[in-house]
């Protein structure tokens, strides 16, 4: 059984940074990717980034690449999403998620077992 717990998020103007934390619970957390979605109002859950257990592959949607950043750190059981540059359509509200996925990178919701509360994040223009 693994708990997420996210923080970070805030109101932030166009352009600025944020950094996401997804702290988690459970001795096994290193050996679960960890993803990032977000989904805001009237839209569905969309994927932003992932890592894999090992922190050896990254993946970044299309919307994240070149702006927004995950890592690990299992010694302290927790992901960040580091967010550059962001812009109005990053509003939403962001998930982070644990998936029991051993073999390359889960990208889709249901490839995730776990699911934490979410964190609001919105970019004024």
């Known amino acids: 059984q693994v708990q997420l717990v996210e923080s970070g998020g805030g109101l932030v103007q166009a352009g600025g940074s944020l950094r996401l934390s997804c702290a988690a619970s459970g001795r096994t957390f290193s050996s679960y990717a960890v993803g990032w979605f977000r989904q805001a109002p009237g839209k569905e859950r969309e994927f932003v980034a992932a890592i894999s257990w090992s922190s050896g592959s990254t993946y970044h949607a299309d919307s994240a690449k070149g702006r927004f950043t995950i890592s690990r750190e299992n010694a302290k059981n927790t992901v960040y999403l580091q967010m550059n540059g962001l812009k109005p359509e990053d509003t939403a509200v962001y998930y982070c998620?644990?998936?029991?996925?051993?073999?390359?990178?889960?990208?889709?919701?249901?490839?995730?077992?776990?699911w934490g509360q979410g964190t609001q994040v919105t970019v004024s223009s």
């Open positions: 998620a644990a998936s029991g996925l051993r073999r390359g990178i889960p990208l889709m919701r249901h490839e995730y077992n776990y």
